[in-house]
């Protein structure tokens, strides 16, 4: 599952169904890798977000 998220965090464009059944191998389900993918592009987008404004930093 990390790796996966690491990937989705340098480059989702490379994700590919081998990922997918790759997370299925190790007992994830569809469900599982959609809440998967939204948690980790939710964080990746808000820490984004967070830094083009500046958000702490002094």
């Known amino acids: 599952m990390l790796d996966y998220v690491v990937q989705v965090t340098r480059d989702a464009t490379r994700i590919g ?4 059944e790759g997370l299925r191998r190790v007992g994830f389900d569809d469900r599982a890798i959609l809440q998967i993918t939204l948690i980790a592009s939710w964080f990746n987008y808000i820490n984004r977000v967070a830094d083009a404004l500046g958000v702490g930093r002094g």
């Open 17 to 20: 169904p081998q990922h997918h």
